[in-house]
């Protein structure tokens, strides 16, 4: 593995991307559009200048500006306009005779501002998302040390997200399990955005999304409103932007993720525009080419965005999201990688697709309509790497069609509705063998053989009303009723929360919610018995101080307390929680019986500093200390295997001028629960096997790590060259993943997470 980082680094390293002469004097043009962010309507003559420059102008009458021949580099944009919330967007970042498109969204003033020395711009959000609910704009995942541009590795920082493994991209949420997120892009749901996807879950290695498509990304840990359902922990929307509507801009990009490139344009004159982008990874041809094979993973992702303004009231948008992975190894692969148990041969592809229609009705609002499919299918083999064994053979093809309907409307100032339904169809065609195996209890399972097809609908419809009882107090009350025909449920779920603003920087929130979502289809499909499982139900009550204690710098404090019920426990490993095995084994296995007995709790605190960019400097820290517990069939309380108690980091960047950014990300968790292993039950089966008397009762060591990066930008007559050298883990940590049972040689082996590794990029714009 050291020889293939080395590999990646000198390839890069010795990349001729200093072939070219820079232009001292090199410009760009700012463009955009300011709307009312209730409406949607187009506002006329605000205010737009640059906060460095004190360089502006105003909206015409579509709404739009231009501010022209912008020095390249990194500016702040100030928005006022009377009668709403001045808004400053950071990080618009202006490249050698490009466009760069900025959408500004005002919220209409609610308090009256009385000699307010501080005010709410750099963080609009504050009186109306401070709940649970975190921004961050495509240039902050973009730089993102440690992140690679993926948007999941983006919010490792947040204190509500539990450090257990960096090699993946799991979204552990206040205790939650990576089963209970769901993801939105543009209004419409897609069940993964990794590679590699674990089925059932949303876990995975690596990210598909370019982010150079995102324009913004809304992260909610908590307490959301009834327009999400069939989710127990968090959701992530996703906000992709439009491409340019006056010329063609072309872009190539190489890291360590892959190598590809985006092309953008105008459609009709600039009545829409296309955004196409794709991407492969590389390392199997470089070892190919040096005529090594070593069962390299490989995949590739395409993503596209097209939209047309059929009028100034409605607007068309399609987008497509494809990846393709592949592993094959065979058993001598397996054998000199060493502590490899089990090997893959592994195919999947997956596309979601979707158009949708926006509509703005006037001062009274908009609707959102979306129609989309999404196709996935799983090949896979596992075999045992001492005899070949096969293991699971997997050949699955999951389909959902999915409608959803979201509509705004506006009654007055004080009084705003959001309304709507979503339909999804499920069609899943599953045709599986799973060996006969020994559990991590040590209990024998016999042979199960799974030829199922299984067709259900969803159907959910949800209100959520905003009243804003006084300049001070606003209430929200909202309510779901969803239907799940698998298990002929109907679940009502009310939620409410209500704030308090102190004033226009400082604001206290509470919320209570309940909230459901089904079984993991992988897990439904299994027994006709199953359809008499109930539906999963996790009760959220937070609450949230928020407070600006500068222009730029933001203060969150929040309590939560998560209750679970209904979850699905097998009587055959009673101290077992269903919903974690996915992190444990990596996949979901066979369950001959299940009963909805399962409970659990998560409880905790969290404090966090974010200062957006300012003056050069950006950064965010945060800190957590919580529990997480569930209640096994035997009557006794075991750890959650995500359970650090306590999370800290600390994470930002100094921009000194328009070439040079630096910045780093620190990381400190306690230590994971894990069960250690009966050692002489193991050795005597040769197959890990648990101590059952400590059920998740020992811990990893500490988990700590220091990613750091430098990124230059080289701005030429009419291109601009972005190179960046990060160091992932740069002292070298050696962090726990797991401890595995070697079946070759009968002993504990530990499986570490990343190590030192320099990862080097580029992106050129043309």
Known sequence: MRTIRHIFFLFFLFSPICIFSQNNQPKGIIKGRVIDIESKLDLVGAQVFLKERNTGTSTDEKGYFEIKNVPVGSYSLVCNYIGYEKIIKTDIIVRTERETFVNIELQPSSIEVSGSTVTAGYFPEIQTKSLSSINFSSEEIRRAPGALGDVSRVIFGLPSLAKINDTKNSLIVRGGSPVENVFYIDNIEIPNINHFPIQGSTEGPIGILNVDFVEDVEFNCGGFPATYGNALSSTLGIKLREGNRTTTDIQLDMNMSGFGGMIEGPISGGQGSYLLSARRSYLDLILDFMGTTVGTPTYSDIMTKIVYNISDEHKLSLIDVFSDDKQVMDQQDAIDMKNINIYPEYGSYFNTGGISWQWLWGKSGFSETSIAHTYSNTGVKYLQTKDKKLLLDNHSVEQEIKFRNSNHLIISSKNKINFGLDIKYILMDYNQFYNE??????????????????????????????????????????????????????????????????????????????????????????????????????????????????????????????????????????????????????????????????????????????????????????????????????????????????????????????????????????????????????????????????????????????????????????????????????????????????????????????????????????
């Open 437 to 766: 195996y020994q559990d991590v209890l040590g209990n024998k399972t016999p042979v199960f053989i799974l030829n199922q097809s299984l067709n259900s609908l969803q159907c959910g419809s949800f209100i959520d009303y905003t009243y804003r009882l006084t300049d001070q107090i606003t209430i929200r009350p909202g309510a779901r009723i969803d239907y799940y025909e698998y298990n002929e449920e109907t679940k009502i779920s009310p939620r409410i929360s209500l704030s308090y603003n102190f004033d226009e920087i400082t604001s206290l929130t509470g919320s209570y919610g309940i909230f459901y979502q089904n079984i993991p289809w992988i897990i439904a499909a299994q027994q006709n018995s199953f359809r008499k499982l109930k539906t999963p139900r996790a009760d959220h009550y937070v609450l949230s101080f928020s407070r600006l204690l500068t222009e730029s710098t933001k203060l969150t404090v929040e309590l939560y307390n998560k209750e679970y019920m209904n979850f699905p426990m097998d009587p055959t490993q009673p101290s077992q929680f269903l919903f974690d095995q996915a992190v444990v084994e990596g996949i979901f296995l066979n369950h001959a019986n299940l009963v909805s007995t399962g409970k659990a709790h998560s409880r905790g605190i969290e404090a966090t500093v974010q200062k957006k960019m300012a003056d050069g400097l950006y950064g965010l820290i945060s800190g957590s200390y919580y529990e997480s517990n569930y209640t096994g069939l035997d009557g006794r309380q075991y750890n959650r295997i995500y359970e650090n108690i306590y999370n800290f980091a600390i994470e930002g960047g100094y921009k000194p001028d328009e070439k040079w950014e630096f910045s780093l990300r620190w990381l400190y968790a306690g230590g994971a629960p894990y069960t250690p292993f009966d050692e002489q039950a193991s050795k005597t089966t040769h197959k890990g096997v648990f101590d059952v008397n400590k059920i998740n009762g020992a811990r990893y060591p500490d988990f700590h790590s220091l990613n750091i990066r430098v990124d230059k930008r080289y701005y030429f007559k009419s291109t601009t060259l972005t190179v960046y050298l990060s160091l992932w883990n740069a002292y070298n940590r050696k962090n726990i993943a797991s401890y595995t049972w070697n079946e070759m040689e009968d002993r504990i082996v530990e499986d570490t997470m990343w190590g030192l590794m320099p990862v080097f990029g580029i992106r050129y714009e043309f």
